[in-house]
């Protein structure tokens, strides 16, 4: 953790020679000086190469011109760390509270990150950025999390809902619309779209606005795409798992209906690719962090 200057660096052992023999590059000098975050910790190393003055050779002052740059990247890198940081456990908070909305209806932690895969890749072939496929993929988990606002006995219920309960549980849409909106960060905002649009039917049928077409935003023209896939797809307390050959023919009857026409297309062109990931994350995974939070509030819920 001290800086290192050499204007022969071949007599160190600790050099390692194979960039400039792959490269033709001759390393003559180096002056390597050593990032500290704001605890002392190492964190890197700044180093330069070869000092382009005449007699190439580094000073003492160069130590002293460097080390005060290397504090100020030291600085950059470690605000950039944890800016990630923050940024990770955002992402983390975001999929851990989808899958505890999930979990209210029996559902499997899964069930999130199969329909976040699936709205990403639809996302990308229907002509989004990566940008904006990236921003959905990360949102599309919050799409059920209003159903933590609605009673156990109707989320569970095994037979046919009747009326009174199917209107409750269409309330979540709303609900978790109401939990999001407010938040201006950018992954809550577009959370909240998704919570609330999902259900819309592209035919105008939905709930709970009843939008048409295009009218339903695209985050929520695909996430109802892959929400239904996967929910056809999976086990759920009130029916087993369709055939994949019986969910192609659904959506195929419910194109420019229950779906935007075009992503239909586009999914089905694809299917091998949704099937992949659908097989990537199964529900007989083992436990991970998610499933454990969710045994842990199951454990102290009401």
């Known amino acids: 953790q001290k800086p290192i200057l050499t204007d022969d660096p071949y007599k160190y052992t600790y050099f390692n020679p194979d960039i ?6 001759k390393t003559k000098s180096i002056l390597a000086i050593p990032l500290k975050n704001n ?4 964190i890197g190393v700044f180093q330069a190469l070869n000092k382009t ?11 002293e011109y460097l080390t005060l740059a290397a504090s100020y990247s030291a600085k950059a890198i470690e605000s950039a760390m944890l800016y990630q940081e923050i940024d990770d456990t955002q992402k983390e908070i975001i999929i851990t509270m989808g899958a505890i909305g999930e979990n209210r209806s029996k559902e499997t932690a899964n069930h999130v990150k199969r329909v976040a895969e699936y709205s990403k890749l639809l996302a990308l072939k229907c002509g989004l950025t ?4 990236e921003l959905l993929r990360l949102a599309s988990p919050m799409h059920d999390i209003g159903k933590v606002g609605i009673p156990d006995a109707i989320l569970n219920k095994q037979g046919k809902l009747s009326p009174d309960e199917f209107d409750i549980i269409k309330k979540h849409t709303e609900l978790g619309f109401e939990l999001l909106a407010g938040s201006s960060r ?3 905002k577009a959370s909240a779209i998704v919570a609330h649009e999902h259900h819309e039917k592209f035919n105008g049928t939905g709930y709970p606005q009843g939008k048409k077409g295009e009218d ?10 892959a929400d239904v896939f996967d929910a056809l797809g999976s086990d ?4 087993k798992a369709w055939p994949i050959e019986n969910i192609v023919e659904l959506f195929k009857e419910e194109k420019d209906n229950h779906f935007d ?10 299917l091998d690719q949704f099937l992949k990931i659908r097989d990537t994350y199964t529900d007989e995974m083992g436990d991970d962090n998610i499933s454990n939070i969710i045994k842990a509030l199951n454990k102290y819920s009401c």
Not at 130 to 133: D, K, R, T, Y
Not at 216 to 225: D, E, K, M, N, V
């Open 20 to 25: 400039d023999e792959k490269t033709g590059y």
């Open 130 to 133: 990566e940008s904006e496929a």
């Open 261 to 270: 026409g075009k992503l239909v297309d586009i999914f089905l062109e694809n």
């Open 53 to 63: 003055t005449h007699d190439g050779k580094f000073s003492e002052q160069d130590i």
């Open 236 to 239: 759920r307390c009130y029916k």
């Open 186 to 188: 950018r992954i809550l």
């Open 39 to 42: 605890e002392g910790e190492f």
């Open 216 to 225: 339903i935003h695209i985050f929520g023209r695909i996430t109802a795409l």
